[in-house]
């Protein structure tokens, strides 16, 4: 091989390197001890999924990643770099994105206004004429308001809307949740084309079956705490077991 193609390759431990890792994760809303020793990894360019009953501490642990927690303790490294003394304006820059699950939408703005809101927190987010792409339903409603469009429109806005700052790591909470099945599809479909692109990712998802067509680990959350984890190859022979942590 070339000196040149050589160079340009990582080195080994960078490139085994997990992007975000997280080890003895607490959390606090308030006095409410809630998050109880997390602690997982997410190498570059994967999909995980959190899976867990309801309260088991999913979407706190999104909300610890990105900061927006009123207290958390332990560590969260992304890209190598501790985060957890930085305010969540500051972890934004470092390159992670937040879609939450009630989307975030303003009502009285049109679609063009709440996808240009965001301002671009560091290089490589993608283009309006990439983002079209992936969501050709946004731009046939650019001038339509926030509160014209359906709930799946609602949820393509509220993800293409990150994609534009230069996120890398988008953190989805409950990206399917309440919508149609054929535009749960589209947003399954739109995850594994991101994830060609090279983006990180981490669902907080109730529907497993669709987790297991896009993930490639599972998480399950219990009592504020990472308490297994499921490869999406072996799904299939623990689907007892994760029924029974998710009490199906």
Known sequence: ?????????????????PLLSIDGLQGWYGESHVLHGVTFDVRRGEVVTLLGRNG??????????????GKRAGSVKFNGRETIGLPARAIARLGIGYVPEERGIFSSLTVEENLMLPPQVRPGGLPVE????LFPNLQERLSSQGTKLS???????????????????????????????????????TIARLKQEGFTMILVEQNFRFASSVAD??????????????????????IDKLHAYLGV
């Open 151 to 189: 709930g799946g429109e609602q949820q393509m806005l509220s993800i293409a809307r990150i994609l534009r700052t230069g996120a890398k790591l988008l953190l989805l909470d409950e990206p399917t949740e309440g919508l149609a099945p054929v535009i749960v599809q589209q947003i399954g479909a």
């Open 130 to 133: 990439r983002i079209f792409q």
């Open 217 to 238: 680990r599972h998480f399950i959350v219990e009592q504020g705490k990472v308490a297994d984890m499921i490869p999406n190859e072996e799904l299939d022979a623990n």
């Open 1 to 17: 091989m070339p000196e040149a193609a050589l160079a340009d390759r990582p080195a080994p431990a960078e490139a085994a390197a």
């Open 56 to 69: 088991a501490g999913k979407t706190t642990t999104l909300k610890a990643i990105m900061g927006i927690l």
